[in-house]
Structures are given as C-alpha cells and as structure tokens.
C-alpha cells in the first residue's frame, strides 16, 4: 500500500459537525457540537465560578490582580505547561509521567551551563532546551523501538532523569545571579502584549496547540492514531513518526517550563516546585476531556481544568488550608475524572459483572 501522508480520525472519534461559516469554525475549536465536551466544559466553568464566588466571599482578595499574578508566576505555569503537550501525548495514544522530572532536568542543566559560562543567559537557555528535547528523545525511542508500555517507560525515566538532575546539582539548588539577566528577567517580570510574559508563552502554547489539532493533516493524524492505530497504519500514517514528534514536543515544552522555573527561582533544582508535577498534568489533560485511551481531548476542557487546578490551589493557600490537602484535593478530582470517562464509555471493572 502507497504510504499517503494524512488521514481522517475515525467517525467514533469525531462527532459529525456543520461545515460552513466562520462560527463554525470557532464552535468547532471549542468543542460545541459534542455534546460530552459541551456538558464537561459547563461543568468545569461552574466549579470555577463556585470555587470563586466561595473563596471570595471569605477573603476577597482572592480575585484581585496582585493575588492572580502570584498565582500565574507560580506552579500555574509549570502544570499548564505540563498539562497542555501531556494532553497531546494521551490523544496519540500515549502518556508521560516523566514531564516533572524533565522540567527539573532542564531547568538544572541550564543553571549548571550558567554558571560554567561566565553566566551566559543564550547558551543556559538553548542547553536547557536541548536537554528537554533529549528527555523526549529518550522516551520516544523507548517506547517506539523498545516497544516498552508508555506508562513503565516513562515511570523509568522519572527515575532516571531525576537521578540526574540530583547527581549533577549534588541534590541541591544550583547557580545564581538570574536576577542580573535580561532573559531572565523578562522571563520574571517582562509583559507582552499587556500580559505578563510567563502567561503570554502559556497562551500561545494553547493557541498553538488548538489550531494544531484542529486545523491541520498532523492533528487529525494524531486524533486517528489514538482511536484507531490499526486503521491509521493501514491508511498509511506513519505511526512511530508522530509518536516520536510528540514525545519531542512534550520534552521541548517541558524545558520552557524548566527555564521559567529557573527565572522565577533564581536557581535549578531537581525537587521542590516540581514534585507531584506529573500528577498535575496528567489531571488536567483528564479534566479535560481527553480520554486515558486515546484519540479524544481538547485545549478549551485542558484550559479551563488548569484555571480550575490554578484557583483551587490558590484558593486554599488564601484560605491558609494545610498545603496537604491539595494533593488529596488534585487525586479526588483526577479520580473523578477517569471514573465519568469510565460511565460515559460504559466500561466495567476488572471482576464486576455487567
């Protein structure tokens, strides 16, 4: 069979749409003729709004400017960051449990080229960079020619790549001086287009994302390999190719957020603002919709479960709620995300009859 370069997702993946009008068009990006995505994003939309109207009725600060900024130069970004290409990974069929673990490694990496160069803020970047599409590397070919199970491949290279990160900053923080550099501190406290440039990199990532997978041969080969690899291959689509892209993206995206780590820090480090980063991620690419089996997912549900993840997490540190809790929080809700998938496809547990 002639190998051809694009392929429809399966009909059971796609819901069928109108075809004409530029409305069409916007309504097609958010996800509004699928009822399941309609009624899921509704859902996120009123928890936010109640977490909200809750914790502003208690300190009312909570919606303030200054409160959002700290919030948004906070762990926001890193889990959106995250969250967004671990979206994408599960569409194609996969998973990375390995994107913290990345994000320290780069940001690590880049603080130890800083501080060997003369505190070179171009060269700590592009090594910060390099190491994370290396991460993506290193996990595509595993689970692509090692024919390892995406879960355990990357669950190993967690391991590995902090192991790393730990050894090369002798399991501490690591260079200083980000303060002093241009880079770093547009990073920090630059804007763009009036929006704070952490925050603007996290829209564009988004944006970028949504007209990947909406408008594009590439994303409709990347939804038809996650509902149906077999008829993708069949149709021609190079299967280990886009597999392989995808983990690049997830790595290269995973050291950006390992760079604005280390401008917000004024360091690396393998621990600390990335622990339990991989259990953010894959909860938000769940909130949003995407199905833990693959081939379904959008970038409006995985938007709105980061501002959802954002004020619940914010909201407790105004409430001063025990930071504990939000790890059992963050469970509670990627628990409650995979069980509706599970309704919604009418899938049983191992040993309960129908």
């Known amino acids: 069979m002639t190998e051809r370069d694009t392929v429809t997702a399966p009909q059971t993946q796609e819901p069928a749409e109108p075809k004409t009008?530029?409305?069409?068009?916007?309504?097609?990006?958010?996800?509004?003729?699928?009822?399941?995505?309609?009624?899921?994003?509704?859902?996120?939309?009123?928890?936010?709004?109640?977490?909200?109207?809750?914790?502003?009725?208690?300190?009312p600060a909570f919606l303030t400017w200054n409160n959002l900024s700290v919030a948004v130069t906070g762990t926001i970004i890193l889990f959106g960051l995250t969250g967004l290409v671990e979206l994408l990974v599960i569409i194609v069929g996969g998973l990375d449990i390995s994107v913290g673990s990345i994000v320290g490694l780069s940001s690590v990496t880049g603080a130890l080229i800083w501080t060997h160069t003369g505190q070179s803020g171009g060269l700590a970047v592009l090594g910060a960079l390099g190491v994370g599409l290396l991460c993506g590397l290193a996990n595509g070919l595993l689970i692509i020619y090692g024919r390892v199970n995406p879960f355990i491949a990357t669950l190993a290279t967690l391991a590995a790549f902090k192991g790393i990160g730990q050894v090369i900053s002798d399991g501490g923080a690591i260079g200083s001086g980000f303060s002093s550099n241009p880079i770093f501190i547009f990073l920090q406290r630059g804007s763009i287009a009036g929006l704070p440039t952490q925050l603007f990199i996290l829209v564009i990532v988004a944006l970028a994302l949504a007209f990947l997978l909406r408008y594009t041969d590439i994303g409709r080969n990347v939804y038809a390999i996650g509902g149906n690899p077999t008829a993708a291959r069949l149709a021609g689509v190079s299967i280990n190719r886009y597999v392989l892209a995808v983990y690049l993206v997830v790595g290269f995206v995973a050291a950006i957020a390992g760079v604005i780590l280390m401008a917000r820090q004024g360091f690396g480090q393998q621990t600390g603002s990335v622990d339990g980063l991989e259990l953010k991620a894959v909860t938000v690419a769940a909130l949003g919709g995407a199905s833990l089996r693959g081939g379904r997912g959008g970038v409006l549900g995985a938007v709105l479960a980061i501002v959802l993840l954002g004020f619940l997490e914010n909201g407790m540190n105004v409430l001063n709620i025990n930071t504990f809790w939000q790890n059992v929080a963050q469970g509670t809700l990627l628990l409650i995300a995979v069980i509706a998938q599970q309704r919604r496809r009418k899938d049983r547990a191992i040993g309960i009859p129908d």
Do not use: C, E, M
Not at 38 to 44: A, K, S, Y
């Open 21 to 59: 009008g530029s409305g069409t068009a916007v309504a097609k990006t958010l996800g509004l003729f699928s009822n399941a995505d309609r009624v899921q994003n509704l859902i996120l939309l009123a928890v936010i709004v109640i977490i909200a109207a809750f914790v502003t009725s208690r300190q």
